[in-house]
């Protein structure tokens, strides 16, 4: 990440990736030129390092100039177009390709055709290292084109944000930070951590996430994903994390405009917390913490035996079954301690003590994140 002025930027488009675009550019252009002596206008003031490199791999005679058309103010792309600055070569009867470093909305574009159509050129043709599908509104021809990208704000190569990053020889895309506070409720089966999770939410404005809760809710409307997991899930084994990860995934996908989430029963494996980890960092966020609630075993067996008696849930009626739940927890859940505790963000919390009590351990943690 790097930051200019207010905003944060992440790498997006590696300096090789650029110089592989740009070759492609050059040899697709001599291909079609042939022999004709081109003469090559950059865009000032975005242009000049693509220009530089353009030419120095262009394989055949050529001229180059510039000239300059301001088009952007801050990270938003502006309507009105500026006046041109510096044509003054007579370019009548000439093949004149247009080198831009971006192409986004267009209107650069337009005002470039709108210029050239008095200029009396052979030929004018039009290409850009970036271009924006999503973004451009016009119908004029763009004949060579580098990289597409996302309607994104860039940064790096010549573009720049309020004047920073033009210096950059790769280019970073602006980072949309979305989720804020993103906790990993964890603890044994029984631990309490949904009864917890719900304080939280409410607390902390965050969005709950139970991927138990889930397959439950799948089981009850009879869903494909249901039946699967409830051949494992009435064993008290773990769903496969190929399953439980694209589920995840679904879930979060669907509060896009959430201010962070509790996750509760996920991560479980190993797998499961680098598939989160890559999936926050797709949100330009990050997962703040684990907080654990520890418990005694046998404390834990008498509590889900006791919550079997009304919770209807078939895993919580057999102490046999019980007992594997927390066995399988220690056996592939516990090493998530030790990944957490690697990155600082495991914290553990005494999970015994009425529910207030609980809680008040819990927001200590997490006021201090
Ligand atoms: P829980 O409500 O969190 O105790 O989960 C109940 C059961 O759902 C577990 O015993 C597993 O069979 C399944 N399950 C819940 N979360 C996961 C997960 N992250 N990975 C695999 N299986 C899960």
Do not use: W
């Amino acid at each position: 990440m790097i930051k200019l002025h207010d905003k944060y930027f992440k790498p997006f488009i590696s300096a090789k990736e650029i110089d592989a675009a740009i070759s492609k550019l050059a040899n697709e252009i001599s291909n079609d030129l042939g022999d004709e002596i081109p003469v090559f206008i950059g865009i000032l003031n975005g242009s000049f390092m693509v220009v530089s490199d353009f030419v120095k791999k262009y394989p055949k005679p050529c001229e180059v100039t510039f000239i300059k058309l301001a088009s952007y103010e801050g990270v938003k792309s502006t309507e009105d177009i500026q006046r041109l600055i510096g044509l003054t070569q007579d370019l009548s009867g000439r093949t004149v390709v247009i080198i831009e470093d971006i192409i986004d909305t267009g209107n650069t574009l337009h005002e470039i055709y709108r210029i050239f159509k008095n200029e009396g050129v052979k030929e004018l043709k039009i290409a850009t290292l970036f271009y924006k599908p999503e973004a451009y509104k016009k119908d004029f021809k763009i004949h060579y084109i580098g990289i597409e990208i996302p309607n994104k704000f860039i940064v790096g190569f010549g573009l720049d944000y309020n004047g920073l990053g033009r210096d950059i020889p790769e280019v970073y895309q602006i980072s949309t930070k979305q989720h804020t506070t993103n906790l990993v409720l964890f603890g044994p089966p029984g631990a309490g951590k949904g009864t917890q999770a719900e304080l939280l939410k409410e607390k902390y404005n965050l969005v709950h996430i139970s991927t138990g809760d889930v397959f439950r809710y799948n089981i009850k409307n009879e869903t494909a994903l249901g039946i699967l997991a409830k051949s494992y899930m009435d064993k008290g084994e773990l769903v496969p994390d190929e399953v439980t990860i694209k589920m995840l995934n679904t879930e979060v996908e669907k509060n896009a405009d959430a201010k962070g989430f509790i996750f509760d029963g996920f991560p479980r494996t190993n797998a499961q917390a680098e598939a989160l980890e890559k999936l926050m960092e797709s949100k330009d966020s990050h997962i703040n913490a684990m907080v654990a609630l520890e418990v005694d075993d046998e404390v834990l067996v008498q509590r889900l035996l006791k919550r079997g008696e009304t919770s209807g849930r078939p895993d919580d009626a057999n102490e046999s079954v019980i007992r594997n739940r927390i066995k399988e927890y220690y056996k592939k859940t516990a090493i998530l301690k030790d990944y957490y505790t690697a990155q600082n963000k495991y914290f553990g919390v005494d999970g015994v003590g009425s529910i207030e009590e609980i809680a008040q351990r819990l927001s200590v943690v997490i006021d201090k994140l």
